[in-house]
Structures are given as C-alpha cells and as structure tokens.
C-alpha cells in the first residue's frame, strides 16, 4: 500500500472521534435512546428463553418413565402454549423496536442532513471554486445515506445483537458450564477471523467511496457540458475516461465483497465445529451421566449455538455498515472541518436605508497566494454615482464585485460602505444592499413566478407581475405557455440570454431594500434589440441608486458618471468618457478596440 493511501487511513483515535461527532447526533435523543436499550434488553430476554422451555419438555415430559402418557401430553401442551406466548411476545418487541430505531433513526439523519446542508451554504466561494459539484453532491446524498442505513439499523442492530450474544451466553453458563467450556476453544479463532476481515473491509469501503466520488464527478460535468462534448466530437474521449472510472468502482466493490465473501464461510465452518463439540462432549456426557448433563440439555444447547452465530451473522453485516458509515463520516467531517473564512462579526453594525458611498482602501487580492489579481486599488464611488468597469479579460474587474459582496477577503487593504468597514457587517445585511445581474443569470428550476420572486411566498403575484413589467419582461413571459406558471427548465433551458436577462433585472425590481445595482457584463450575449429593452428598463431601476456596470458596450461606458480603467489588476485611470479619450493611453487604445468590434459585428 502506498504512503498516500496509509496517510489517509484514519487511525483509532480518529475513528473514535468521529463515532463520537455521529453518536453525539443522539444526544437530543437520550431518553428515546434509553427506551430502545430498555426494549432491547425485555426483547433479548425473551427471545433467549424458549431453549429453556425445550429442555424442560425433553427432560420432564419425554425422557422419563413412570409419568402417564395423559400426563405428558398435558405437561408438553402447556409448555408448547408457554413457548408460542412468549415467541408471540418477543416477536411482538422485536416489531416495536424496529419502528421505534426507524424512527428516531431517520430523525437523527434528518439532523446530519440539515447539518450538511446549512454548511455546504455557509461555505465561501473559493470552496466551490476547488471542489467539484459532484464530489459535493457525493457527501450530501450518497454518503449521508450510507450514515442512515447505519444509524437507522446498525447502532441498535448492533446493541441488540451484542444483548442476544451475552443472553445466550449466560443461558448456557446456567444451563450446562460443562457444554459451554468445550465451546470456548473456539472464540479465539472467531475474534483473529473477525479482525482480519475488519480492517479489509473498512479499506475497501474508503477505496469505494473515493472511486464513487470520482465517477459522479465525472457524470456531471459530462452531463453539464454534453454539448461541448458533442461540438466537438470527443464523445469516445470521455466514454473511455468514464469506462476507467467505472472500472474502478467495480474493482473496489468486488474488493469489498471478497472480504464479506471471506468472513461467511468461515463463521458456517465454526458454526458446524461448533454443533460437533456439543454432539460430542454432550453425547459423551449423557452416555456416562457426567456432569449434568442430559438430552434436554444437549437438545437446548444445539439451539443455542444457533442462535449464538446468528447474532455474529448480524455484526458482521454492521461492522460492514459501520465500515461504510465511518468512510462516509470521514467525508461529511471534512466537509464540516472546511473554514467558513468569511464569517459575521459578534456585534455587527446596520447600515442606513439610504445609498452610501462604497471605498477602496488599497485593496489587494489573490485567488491562489503566488497568483495576485488585484494591487493596491483605491477608488470612491459617491451615492447615486453611476460608475462603468472596463478592462481587458482578467484585469479583475469581476473580483471588485466578488470582493465588494464579501464572497472573497481582500488579502490586503479594506473595503467601506458608508462609515463601516465591511467586516463589521453581517454578510445577510450587506448583500441585501446590492442587486447583481451577472452575465449569465441562474435559473431555477420553478415556475416564471417563483424565479422572479426567487422562491419568496411573501412576495404577491401583482408585485411580481409590476416588478416585470418594469423589467419589460411582461410581453414575452405571457406569450409562454403558461405564462408566469410557466415552469423553467434547468438553467433556464429554452431561453434565450436576453430573456434570462429581463428575468433577472425583475428580480431587482423587487429588491427594494438594494441601494446598489451591479451589472456584470449583464449585456454582453444578447442583440441590439434586447439591449434596448434592458437600458430602457435599467433607466428605471438605476432610479435612486448607486450603479456600478462592467460592461465592454460603448452605449453603457459612454453614458457614465466615472469610468475606472483597469489593466493587470492595477487601476490604471479614472474619470469622464471625453476626458480619458483625450488623454490617450491604454483607455484610448481599449476605447477604438471596442468600436471597431462592434462596427464589424
């Protein structure tokens, strides 16, 4: 084995801790948790004791003499309805408490499920920008399932049939301790076989994990990206990275059935040395009357064997449960342990309802640490102040946006609103500050409706209906089939970029509490046509607030307040369209690049 894969092999103290983190999911439970061991326990008392009844039938009832055979019959009638009442019993527990273990199980995985949900929403960007959607979606479906089946049945599975097993025990130790010592011999080999095969199961349940993760990846992004896959004609390319991956799942799951595979048959051959040790010390006993031992005593003590593997059967389907669980806890923990980085303050400040001035303070910013994107950039946009973006592909423009709604944390420097700095506030009040139209606008999959409101019940449908008018969304969304119950499909498929647009600038109108308006390129894949009912709608929007607009159309930059230029990160110059026109440069140059690719277009 590797060093990479012995480094990533959890040791006893981690596993320790996160059964700790899983068990600790029931603590809310605790007195639901003690009603179950309770049960538990009534159950395995029960279902133990019917060999004792068997034994009495045999010794009282059938081999003896001098008793009449009306007699027997009677003594055999009322043991057999003593038998069935309390089989009848046990049978009856076992049911109550497989639905009261389903039932707080599946609470206490809703709770890890909300858990893993609240965080994966609490994660900053920079997480998503490393971590792929598929592996995301792995801990959040696929692994949290794999916690369910164990907590659902394996933890009071596993309690039951520990009480099963050390019922039995001591049923034999009361009943023959002549039977059970020549049973002993055999527990060493079981606990060597059970170990071996722990720890060949356990990593092979993290190598299926991990090939899993890799093959939904590997789906999604095919999926995602289906028609660059098929522009371009590499549909073979991916089928055979898919066909690798796909192997490698097979080979880790063959893995782990070969130790399961392994496990069985050597728990049937103990089983059956087992049998034969009783036959033969029993029988040994019987014929020579050592030991107290009798008939019915042999007889019940064959039962008991059974029933002593049978729950042995059961650990070891769990331990393969637990081995699942702990791969999928150490994932769903990792997930846990990531640092939210962007975190609110313990007394955050409020931001006025009016639109403040929004400051640079020589910020400096890098996605990765030897990659700088942006340089001691300082500026001020006053409020009301419509201020255009403009810059070559990757001068950071798009990082201001990110960096202004604290997706990201400058590496240097600070950024204000008003007279607070923003890491004074908390990241809900700050962004409600701002309404954003990105270039490519998400749509849900919901009704027209829903996607403007953005899924909010408190919003009517007259204000969603005004809010696209405004938007000159209205013509075109009641020309859909069922207008504004219309339900979108993924993305917005169907659409086009205009029109997702005019969705998005309706969701604007109803962020009434938004001050500020960022357009991010938000013009940059729809026609003429579509840019005229966007600017005609923006003049509305713009109404009151602060604008900031990176955009590379000319008809935008030419009508702003202020123009910030940037180049590599820095912020080359800034002021009126006319005044850096003629002071020539970079602004210049970018200005005649943007007008002759317009021409042409």
């Not at 159950?43 to 133990?48: Q, V």
């Not at 001035?357 to 001691?376: C, G, K, Q, S, W």
């Not at 849900?444 to 000159?472: C, Y």
């Not at 729809?526 to 590379?552: C, F, N, P, Y």
Request: charged content about 20%.
């Amino acid at each position: 084995m590797s060093a990479e894969r012995q480094e990533q092999r959890p040791s006893r103290a981690e596993s320790r801790r996160l059964m700790r983190w899983l068990l600790g999911y029931s603590w809310p439970y605790r007195w639901s948790m003690l009603g179950i061991l309770l049960l538990t326990v009534v159950t395995g008392l029960t279902m133990n004791y019917p060999p004792v009844l068997i034994r009495n039938a045999v010794d009282r009832w059938l081999a003896v003499s001098g008793i009449s055979v009306d007699a027997r019959l009677l003594g055999l009638l009322r043991t057999a309805t003593l038998y069935f009442a309390i089989s009848a019993g046990s049978l009856l527990l076992r049911y109550a408490q497989t639905l009261v273990t389903a039932w707080l199980g599946q609470r206490i995985i809703r709770d890890i499920r909300r858990d893993v949900f609240d965080k994966a929403l609490k994660l900053p960007l920079r997480f998503y920008d490393r971590t792929p959607v598929g592996r995301l979606l792995t801990r959040v479906t696929s692994d949290v399932d794999s916690v369910q089946s164990f907590v659902s049945d394996g933890v009071v599975g596993a309690i039951a049939d520990v009480f099963q097993m050390v019922g039995v025990f001591v049923f034999m130790l009361v009943i023959s301790p002549v039977l059970l010592a020549a049973l002993v011999s055999i527990i060493p080999f079981l606990v060597v076989t059970f170990l071996f095969s722990h720890t060949r199961v356990r990593a092979a349940n993290r190598e299926i994990r991990r090939a899993q993760s890799a093959l939904n990846t590997q789906a999604q992004e095919a999926i995602s990206g289906m028609s660059t896959i098929q522009l371009f004609g590499r549909e073979q390319t991916i089928r055979s990275r898919f066909s690798r991956l796909n192997r490698l799942m097979r080979d880790a799951c063959f893995l782990e059935v070969r130790w399961f595979s392994f496990y069985f048959p050597v728990l049937e051959l103990a089983q059956a040395i087992s049998t034969v040790l009783v036959l033969g010390v029993g029988g040994f006993c019987v014929l020579h009357g050592w030991g107290g031992v009798t008939l019915g005593v042999v007889i019940a003590f064959l039962t008991y064997v059974r029933d002593f593997f049978r729950p042995l059967d059961g650990l070891s389907n769990r331990a393969g449960m637990l081995q699942q669980a702990l791969a999928a806890c150490e994932r769903i923990y990792q997930l846990f342990q990531e640092e939210e980085e962007i975190s609110d303050p313990l007394q955050p400040a409020l931001l006025p309802p009016t639109p403040q001035n929004i400051a640079f303070e020589r910020v400096d910013f890098a996605y990765l640490a030897d990659t700088p994107v942006l340089y001691e950039v300082s500026f001020t946009i006053a409020p009301g102040e419509i201020v255009a973006v403009v810059g070559a592909t990757g001068s950071g423009k798009t990082t201001l946006v990110n960096l202004l709604m604290r997706f990201y944390a400058p590496t240097a420097g600070g950024i204000r609103l008003g007279a607070h700095d923003l890491r004074d506030l908390r990241q809900e009040e700050l962004r409600r500050h701002f309404g954003t139209v990105r270039q490519e606008p998400f749509i849900f999959s919901a009704t027209v409706a829903e996607n403007i409101a953005l899924m909010n019940p408190a919003t009517s449908r007259e204000d969603i209906i005004v809010a696209a008018q405004q938007a000159n969304a209205d013509a075109f969304i009641r020309r859909l089939e069922q207008g504004y119950d219309t339900k979108l499909r993924e993305r917005g498929a169907g659409l086009s970029a205009g029109q997702k647009q005019l969705l998005a600038l309706a969701r604007i109108m109803l962020q009434r509490e938004a001050r500020v308006l960022i357009l991010d390129e938000a013009t940059a894949n729809v026609d003429s046509e579509t840019e005229g009912w966007i600017q005609d709608a923006l003049k509305t929007v713009m109404v009151g607030r602060t604008g900031i607009i990176i955009a590379h159309r000319l008809s935008t930059i030419r009508h702003a307040d202020r123009i910030l230029v940037f180049q590599h990160g820095r912020l080359l110059a800034q002021g009126r369209h006319e005044d850096l026109l003629q002071q020539g440069g970079y602004y210049r140059r970018l200005y005649e690049y943007l007008a002759m690719t317009e021409n042409s277009g």
